[in-house]
């Protein structure tokens, strides 16, 4: 079994996120892409919405696609969110499962300034949305050239949008079709996520 894991704030989940999973799981034939939406980003500000609001925006994205699964692992899980304690319970709960790390290029580039990274690439592969952009330090090249039989790059047709894009949208009362799925905007406009910004919680 091949298991993609994607995670992020999803704040919120958007067109991107869900192409990017799309594309990879098809060209890496993945069985299941996870979606692990975190509860405090060790490397981000804080979400505007909820964890609840965020885990239910998640659901009702993937709900109409059968290879995606949401996991409130991290969303469960007290203080920040490492990605390398979520993978050393991944690889406990699926340990005949080959595992691949869905990243973004500009996550990636922060990679080696994760939490332990070197166990991470120990028990997943990496798949890069590399968006033709390549600019690493010489740190991240040998760490790539030390793991290239784990480290894929995957030159996806980048979907333009962004979660503070939408977020300032819904601020101004713009639309967001087209941005989000009609679900997710439906859940945004009847609950006024990102109506304000006191929305801060990470409950």
Known sequence: ????????????????????????????????????????????????????????????????????????????RE???YMVDTIRDLSTYFSNAELYLLL???????????????????????????????YYTNDLKDFIKTFENKIFFLDFPYYPISAKEIRDRVKKGLSIKYLVPENVEEYIIKNSVY?????????
């Open 1 to 76: 079994m091949k298991i993609g894991i994607l995670g992020g704030t999803f704040d919120p989940i958007h067109y991107g996120h869900l192409w990017f999973a799309e594309y990879a799981r098809e060209k890496f034939k993945l069985d299941k892409v996870f979606f692990i939406p975190n509860r405090v980003p060790p490397h981000r500000e804080i979400p505007i919405a909820t964890s609840k609001q965020r885990y239910e925006m998640v659901l009702l994205a993937t709900l109409n696609n059968p290879y995606f699964e949401v996991l409130p692992i991290e969303l469960e």
């Open 79 to 81: 203080g920040v969110s």
């Open 104 to 134: 973004g290029n500009d996550a990636f580039r922060d990679f080696l300034k994760w939490k332990d990274p070197y166990k991470i690439v120990e028990k997943v592969s990496i798949i890069i949305g590399s968006r033709g952009e390549e």
């Open 195 to 203: 109506c304000e910004e006191d929305q801060k919680d990470v409950k």
